[in-house]
Structures are given as C-alpha cells and as structure tokens.
C-alpha cells in the first residue's frame, strides 16, 4: 500500500492556527481518485478520524470537536491534501495522521496512513 507523508505539525499557542500537509511518498502515486483523511491520536487513546474528503473535494465530513475550526482541502493537481487549524486549543494536541481512502468516498474506511506529525498546543 501506498504511503504517504505529513508535515506541518508543530508548537502553537492557544488561538493560534497551524497547516498540515499530506502527500504520498511514492511520486507516481496519484490520490484524485482516492477519499483522504486526518486522524489524531493522542497518548492512550485511540485513533480517531478528525476530517475527511472525497475524491473530488466537493465533499467534507469533520468530527464534532472540530468542525468550524478545522478545514480540509485538496490540491489533486499537486497530489496534496491539506488540514487547516484554526483557534487551536490544548486539547487538539496529538499526533495527526494522514490516510489514504479504500475508494472514491470516506464510507469505504482507510487503508494506508502516514507517520504522523506532532501538534503541540500550550502557552
């Protein structure tokens, strides 16, 4: 399976806003026909879907603790999937992760997912 890699991740403080970035590791993979998601984990928890978007981008779902705060997009053109955070608060510290879909739309679950990148949020 494919994989795929994040940055962006990083130390902000409350309020503050980070951008994370996905993109696959293999550069002749191509992810317009996949649905892509964001997971965070945070230690001795589980993992746990943030946000996610079809293949086409029309399409977006986000967990409750997120939404209006949180923004996912995607750049097929550039093979990139992006999660924009706004008004970060110290409960969204965690280990994001980027997945890739089974298919065209977040229903089919995930199959490959990313490293993870760091977010710290504290004063």
């Known amino acids: 399976q494919v994989q795929v890699v994040e940055s962006g991740g990083g130390f902000v403080q409350p309020g503050g806003s980070l951008r994370l970035s996905c993109t696959p590791s293999e550069r002749a993979f191509s992810i317009s026909d996949y649905a892509m998601g964001w997971s965070r984990r945070v230690p001795g928890q589980e993992r746990d879907i943030v946000a996610a978007?079809?293949?086409?981008?029309?399409?977006?779902i986000y967990a409750n603790s997120v939404k209006g705060r949180f923004s996912i997009s995607r750049d097929n053109a550039r093979n990139t999937v992006f999660l924009e955070m706004n008004s970060l608060k110290p409960e969204d510290t965690a280990v994001y992760f980027c997945?890739?879909?089974?298919?065209?739309?977040?229903?089919?679950?995930?199959?490959?997912w990313g490293q993870g990148t760091q977010v710290t949020v504290s004063s």
């Open positions: 997945a890739v879909g089974r298919g065209r739309n977040w229903e089919n679950g995930f199959g490959s």
């Open positions: 978007v079809d293949w086409s981008g029309a399409s977006t």
